[in-house]
């Protein structure tokens, strides 16, 4: 079958696209209101990019009338957000934070979710994240309804129990964070793990 999304298909665009390509990885997104409350949300539509400079990107989708959603015109406003990733047993409370909240309530105060100050960022970190990234908005792109926020890392924080302290690599079986799969609701874990030697 032959699907023509930019035509007589593009109303079908995100369900098939958000379907085909999986598993993606979930950015738990926190960054702050203007009245200094803590936002948070999750997108699957992230990832890193780069290493130099460390990059990642995560595109969180217009409101139905065209304005921006909290996580982007916070993250637009103050140039900074923290990238907290999910462990197995967070999986439905990540979940919960994708509710459509007012505008300045809080998804951490709602769920009593533990938060720590971030090193160099003002965004604050949740305390129980296996690892979280700190970052700084490099550029927001704006690409039809499409807005794609930049970051630099300057910072990550990871749970000693799943990185190797001489190494600094990350112990991969210890790391098993949920992924994205199709819409509307399904996720899958990733604790199916393999190793398989790329040639040299």
Not at 16 to 22: A, E, R
Not at 101 to 128: F, M, Q
């Amino acid at each position: 079958m032959e699907l023509d999304l930019l035509g007589h298909h593009a109303d079908r665009a995100y369900p098939i696209l958000s379907s085909l390509i999986t598993p993606r990885p979930i950015a738990w997104v926190s960054t702050l209101n203007d009245d200094g409350s803590v936002n948070l949300a999750p997108f699957s539509y992230f990832n890193v990019f780069g290493s130099r400079p460390p990059l990642v990107i995560f595109a969180p989708g217009n409101r139905p009338d065209g304005s921006p959603k909290d996580s982007a015109r916070n993250a637009e406003q103050t140039g900074e957000f923290t990238v907290n990733l999910v462990a197995p047993d967070q999986t439905e409370t990540m979940v919960a934070t994708a509710e459509s909240l007012p505008p300045g309530e809080s998804e951490v105060e709602k769920l009593g979710l533990s938060t720590v100050p971030s090193s160099v960022v003002a965004p604050p970190r949740l305390a129980d994240a296996p690892a979280a990234l700190e970052c700084r908005v490099h550029s927001v792109q704006r690409i039809g309804q499409n807005r794609i926020v930049l970051g630099i890392v300057h910072r990550v924080h990871v749970d000693d129990g799943i990185i190797d302290p001489e190494s600094l690599r990350i112990r991969q079986d210890r790391h098993t964070p949920p992924g994205r799969m199709g819409s509307p609701d399904w996720y899958c874990r990733t604790d199916g793990l393999f190793e398989l030697p790329r040639p040299e």
